[in-house]
């Protein structure tokens, strides 16, 4: 499947990354690298992640890291809609 971003999950990564960078690039190369296996996971088995309460979309968690991917199973795609501290307040739900 193809893989496709949001811009708003493009300019969360890169904040999370650019912050995480500032204190250890070490960690932010780590992180990036965790991203991407999760995501190279999902294209391949794109029911992998967690059903959320908003019906089409699914989460998929970075652990040992406190992120959340968000994404949503188009017919030949994946999206990613969203990358989120995991302690943040949830979403509401629409």
């Not at 811009?7 to 904040?15: F, K, P, S, V, Y």
């Not at 999370?16 to 990036?32: E, I, K, N, T």
């Not at 998929?60 to 992120?67: I, R």
Request: aromatic residues 6%.
């Amino acid at each position: 499947m193809k893989l496709r971003y949001t811009q708003t999950a493009l300019r969360q990564i890169d904040g999370v990354l650019d912050h995480v960078h500032m204190h250890s690039p070490q960690g932010a190369a780590r992180l990036r690298s965790r991203i991407l296996a999760s995501l190279s996971l999902v294209c391949d088995h794109p029911n992998a992640g967690q059903i959320t309460s908003r019906r089409d979309l699914r989460r998929v968690v970075l652990t040992p890291y406190p992120y959340v991917l968000f994404y949503r199973i188009s017919n030949d795609e994946i999206i990613v809609m969203r990358f989120r501290h995991a302690a943040r307040k949830p979403l509401p739900t629409a």
